[in-house]
């Protein structure tokens, strides 16, 4: 069940309390922890699972390990949500929705995160703006590219791992997300991306 939902709705209106902003850099670490007990349930699931009949052995090893990659990647990620530090500092009050400091760096001026987020974008572009895009379908059309990804990698040596590592700063995390080819996979969302490189309105 999401957090917060209709029993805390419920105990801020009994209270009288005003509710408080969602701060998105706490959201994603919550939603990260949520996918990484999804991924742990699905995989001991995946595990325990007696093999049905006509399946054969092959089919079920490569079930579970689609699932021990994907909980790896989501572990992966919330270790890089939980190690990015804070703006949130408690004498300085954060932006909403970006959680940048108002006093220091407001998110109306902001600073570009570089070609690497115009690069996921182009890739959206080539497949139609489609609304999500498997983690691994966007690394494979982005090894294609030329140049320096970020940090020390190029775009050649780009893994979802490390494509994971340079987004994770401007608030990009995958999604399970179902894709119109019936797959559901770790995603990157064209809403999240634009997000990032776009203006907070909300100041």
């Not at 995989?43 to 093999?51: E, K, P, Q, W």
């Not at 909980?71 to 929705?97: F, K």
Request: aromatic share 4%; hydrophobic share 40%.
């Amino acid at each position: 069940m999401p957090f917060p939902n209709f029993l805390d709705d419920f105990a801020a209106n009994l209270t009288g309390a005003t509710p408080h902003e969602t701060n998105p850099q706490h959201r994603a670490i919550l939603d990260a922890f949520t996918d990484v007990q999804n991924c742990d349930l699905r995989l001991l699931t995946d595990i325990a699972t007696a093999i049905e009949a006509g399946k054969g052995t092959a089919q079920q090893l490569e079930a579970c390990a689609d699932a021990l990659i994907e909980r790896l990647i989501a572990g992966y990620e919330l270790s890089l949500l939980l190690s990015t530090g804070c703006c949130c500092a408690q004498d300085a009050e954060p932006c909403v929705p970006c959680g940048l400091e108002q006093d220091e760096e407001c998110c109306q001026e902001p600073e570009l995160p570089g070609s690497l987020l115009e690069a996921c974008l182009g890739v959206f572009a080539q497949l139609g703006d489609p609304y999500a895009v498997a983690s691994a379908d966007l690394v494979d059309a982005l090894r294609d590219l030329p140049g320096i990804a970020g940090k020390h990698w190029r775009y050649s040596d780009l893994t979802q791992a490390r494509l994971a590592e340079l987004l994770a700063p401007h608030g990009m995390r995958t999604r399970d997300v179902t894709l119109p080819d019936g797959r559901r996979r770790k995603s990157y969302q064209r809403d999240a991306l634009l997000t990032a490189t776009g203006v907070c309105t909300s100041c």
